[in-house]
């Protein structure tokens, strides 16, 4: 018999496959995946190194600079001298990779917003406190 915390964790795992799923959807309408979106924009925020941008995420250097020897191919973004490290460059957003970051994000919002038309603001903020509170309990858990 499953407890709380399975039934819990298995309405976590869903959301977060929904959410992935969602994200896949609005970025592939830019002709981009979501690990691409979510390294564009990491990248808006700041000019940032491949190490940089992989902590970030949480994922490996290797996946980054994979995406980001793309993403340069493409012309969405650009390395440039990093006056800290001669061999890690400084990547930032091209125009390009701002016009496509700007697409993918107002077709997030306007999604975001369908959502928010069912789930007040109040909720979500709710729901986001809880969230953040769980997670600091797995992680004390797991410490």
Known sequence: MATGMEHL???LFEAAGAGRRLG??????????QARWQTLWTLGTAP?????VARRLGVSRQHILRLTNELTTEGLIEPRPNPDHKTSPLLRLTPAGESTLATINEAALRSNDAILAELTPER???LRD????F???????DA
Do not use: D
């Open 48 to 52: 940032l190194t491949v190490p940089q």
């Open 124 to 126: 979500v903020t709710e």
């Open 9 to 11: 964790f298995a309405e």
């Open 24 to 33: 896949e959807a609005i970025a592939a309408r830019a002709g981009q995946t």
């Open 135 to 141: 997670t600091e309990l797995v992680k004390e858990a």
């Open 130 to 133: 809880l969230l953040r509170r």
